[in-house]
């Protein structure tokens, strides 16, 4: 019998229970036991639907409260210092390495002031998880203050009835995505192996003692370009994991290709391994040969990371030729990933067009598709189910709605010309300034201001058509106006209008472009109680009608600074979306490019020149090897941008915006924006910044992290400013936080920004 399984369901509920528990226990409007509670409930909901689908092989630890790598940092004590020593509850202390921490004293707690921990894409995910940071001192251990969190959850299913299969990331992989924490920078975590070992094992002891015959092991990073000395690592660490005190492993990598690291896995003492065949089906027969005679074969064949229905006919071929390698017994069907990455269920969405939503599969259908799968594999009768799919994937195939023969069209003449602004940033410098005429350490903001409740219950109501288009004008017309006088109140620089009227940055223009369609509750974690509601490009896209010109043009209408237009790059836009998987990501990226070429112009010609593009999503996309496809991917990014934004004056300045990880200062250079704003409050890397001091386009590099509510103070802006002019130059520095505000409260946005704004000026007066 072929058996299936998933690695992994998201645990954010269907109505995004989680995020609506966590936050109100963060305001403290519920205590630790509704978190709790609700968490159980989550988990219980979650494993019965699991077993109900007919999953054989169910995952536990796959729950988090924030995120599954944070969880592991601290069931294995790797917690700062800086986060012990206020005697924090377990959860507290989890949510402060994870958020930072910023409370007052009161009579019989202390004052209390931490940031997070750094925030990292999940390789090339839109997911975020905290890195761990190592020190000197951090001393391994299982820390059972809280429990044991995957035994716990292994039992608590038991309890119900159902066996799982624990999940945790592998030690080499939790090390190598960690970090040197700032007093010990010369620890490389690898050499951390030796002393994490132990406490695996002895993790690993406590599960099987509980009754788990097997545990997942995740070592994501076999997909990437591992230097040798770390594919060595594996065969020790392996050995001296498994043993028969502990669960049977089966090891699991996805996102990629584990061809150039077969030889760190080939004969690992583990009963099994996962492969990520949805993203590369070409590593069958490689992976195969590496197999022992006896390991099993996870086929990741369901896409964890899409939302398009897998083609039967097509999966079942694969499965088959997997069956064919190494016979029924040791092949279990799986989805290519967790499903962490995919909407929790379709059944929600009630708005969807019935012909393009029988195109597509969430999380929960995904479940279905698996025991399909495995069950046509096993000789099962699925017949009705698989002539319904072929119906499906014939209808999609056949649609006229995914071809606009105009867009493909336009696509042809994109050319070195059209990407490429009219002349050097060098010449177009001097325009712009007399135009624009910004002191030195000019200040200026991301772009969105808090998303107040009053904002999310007016755009509800106006959704619901219980406010008419003008009510609604009105009130974003009032939100835009605040946001403006409070800028110019503090003597912001270069302002902006807040985009109260977004929902997300990408969904926003999902919404207005033909090509895309989106969902209603659709929601994906993006990190902690963030999540987004990616929208779903089904065809060729275009733009209809200018999609922000009206906010833009009112918010410069009211003041006299120059207002800045911000606009969604396209690699984000593709990014932060379900792309097609039936025309390649270069050519919906170019179409997005030209869809905003006209957004820019059209700005332009309203009087909005100064224009940001924002490509956060850029470093994400990379993809994790290096070689032609990367090379490929950067020029196709950077092209996309420049098609976007480069058929403005010289006079109009292009910024663009990049956080959450690291962007080769090359790929950003690639871009030619006159003005690019970093995130950079957590990175401390002189090294970084030296990389743009020759480079004559505009940098401002974050100075406080929004993902905090903590408070910066005058002196800490200013000493971080003093820290970058030891290697950036003051004549084209800019001042602005990491990213945009939307996520803050007004109390702290006003202090933080009045605190950054008198720094600036600060140091005017020394300059
Ligand atoms: C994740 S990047 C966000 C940029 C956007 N303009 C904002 O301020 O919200
Ligand atoms: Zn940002």
Redesign the pocket.
């Known amino acids: 019998m072929v058996q299936s399984s998933i690695l992994g369901f998201p645990r954010i509920g269907g109505q995004r229970e989680l995020k609506k528990v966590t936050e109100s226990y963060w305001q403290g409007k519920v205590g630790v036991n509704d978190l709790l509670s609700k968490g159980k409930e989550l988990r219980s909901h979650n494993w019965k639907l699991q077993k109900e689908a007919g999953v054989d092989v169910i995952p536990s630890n796959d729950f988090s409260y924030y995120d599954q790598v944070l969880d592991l940092s601290l069931l294995f004590n790797v917690i700062p210092d800086r986060y012990t020593k206020f005697e924090l509850a377990p959860i507290d202390v989890l949510f402060a390495m994870g958020r930072g921490l910023q409370r007052k004293a009161t009579d019989s707690t202390p004052a209390v002031d931490v940031t997070a921990l750094e925030m990292v894409k999940w390789f090339d995910s839109n997911y975020h998880y905290v890195r761990p940071t190592f020190s000197h001192s951090t001393e391994f251990k299982l820390n059972t203050e809280a429990g044991l969190k995957p035994v716990d959850e292994y039992l608590e299913a038991k309890a119900l009835g159902i066996e799982t299969r624990p999940v945790i990331v592998g030690p080499i992989s939790y090390l190598y995505l960690g970090k040197a924490d700032k007093d010990s920078l010369d620890l490389d975590p690898i050499s951390l192996l030796d002393k994490i070992l132990p406490v695996y094992k002895q993790l690993l002891a406590k599960l099987k003692e509980a009754g788990a015959k097997e545990v997942q092991i995740d070592e994501p990073i076999l997909v990437l370009d591992l230097p040798k000395e770390i594919q060595a690592k594996y065969a020790d660490a392996y050995k001296a994991l498994a043993g028969s005190d502990v669960p049977e492993i089966v090891l699991a990598t996805y996102f990629g290709d584990v061809r150039p690291n077969l030889s760190a896995i080939k004969g690992l003492p583990v009963s099994g391994f996962h492969f990520d065949f949805a993203r590369v089906p070409e590593q069958l027969d490689e992976v195969v040969a590496a197999l022992g005679d006896k390991q099993t074969l996870s086929v990741g064949i369901v896409d964890g990371r899409n939302i398009w229905k897998t083609d039967y006919s097509k999966a079942s071929a694969f499965v088959a030729k997997a069956i064919e390698k190494v016979g029924k017994d040791r092949v279990v069907v799986s989805t290519s990933s967790s499903l962490l990455h995919t909407p929790v269920d379709l059944q929600n969405e009630k708005k969807l067009d019935a012909t393009i939503k029988d195109w597509f599969s969430f999380a929960t259908q995904k479940l279905d598709e698996v025991v399909v799968l495995a069950k046509n594999a096993s000789g099962e009768d699925v017949s009705k189910e698989l002539a319904a799919n072929a119906q499906s994937i014939k209808s999609r195939q056949e649609s006229s709605i995914t071809t606009n023969p105009k867009v493909q069209e336009r696509l042809a003449t994109v050319n070195e010309s059209l990407s490429t602004r009219k002349v050097p940033f060098a010449e177009r410098l001097p325009s712009q300034q007399t135009k624009y005429n910004l002191p030195l350490f000019p200040t200026t903001t991301?772009?969105?201001f808090p998303q107040t409740k009053d904002i999310r219950i007016n755009r509800n109501k106006y959704t619901k058509g219980e406010l008419t288009a003008e009510q609604y004008e009105e009130f974003i017309n009032k939100e835009i106006e605040t946001v403006v006088r409070f800028q110019e109140e503090i003597g912001l620089d270069v302002l902006v209008h807040g985009?109260p009227e977004r929902n997300d940055?990408v969904q926003y223009f999902g919404e207005q472009l033909e090509g895309y369609a989106f969902t209603t509750n659709g929601w994906v974690q993006s990190y902690g109680s963030r999540y987004v509601r990616p929208p779903i490009v089904v065809g060729d896209v275009s733009r209809p009608k200018a999609m922000t010109v009206k906010e833009s043009v009112y918010a410069q209408s009211i003041t006299d600074k120059p207002m800045k237009g911000?606009l969604t790059g396209p690699v984000t836009c593709l990014r932060w979306s379900f792309p097609r998987d039936d025309v390649s990501q270069k050519v919906q990226a170019l179409q997005l490019g030209l869809a905003l070429r006209d957004e820019v112009q059209d700005l332009e010609k309203a009087g909005i020149t100064v224009i940001?593009v924002?490509e956060?999503a850029i470093r994400e996309g990379l993809p994790l090897r290096s070689g032609k496809e990367r090379s490929d991917y950067l020029n196709w990014a950077a092209q996309s941008f420049r098609v976007a934004t480069s058929g403005v004056e010289n006079d109009t300045q292009i910024h663009s915006?990049f956080?959450?990880s690291d962007l080769d200062p090359n790929h950003i250079k690639a871009l030619d924006a006159d003005v690019v704003s970093i995130e950079f409050s957590k990175k401390d890397d002189a090294n970084y910044i030296q990389e743009f001091s020759n480079y004559p386009n505009h940098i401002g590099l974050g100075l406080f992290d929004i993902h905090s509510p903590r408070i910066p103070s005058k002196e800490e802006f200013i000493s971080r400013i003093e820290e970058i002019l030891k290697v950036y130059p003051a004549n084209k520095f800019w001042v602005n936080p990491d990213?945009?505000?939307?996520t803050r409260g007004w109390e702290e946005t006003k202090a933080s920004l009045t605190n950054m704004v008198d720094a600036a000026k600060h140091f005017r007066g020394k300059y």
Request: aromatic residues 6%; contains cysteine; charged residues 20%.
């Open positions: 991301i772009g969105s985009e940055m911000m940001q924002d956060p915006h956080c959450y990213c945009g505000l939307k």
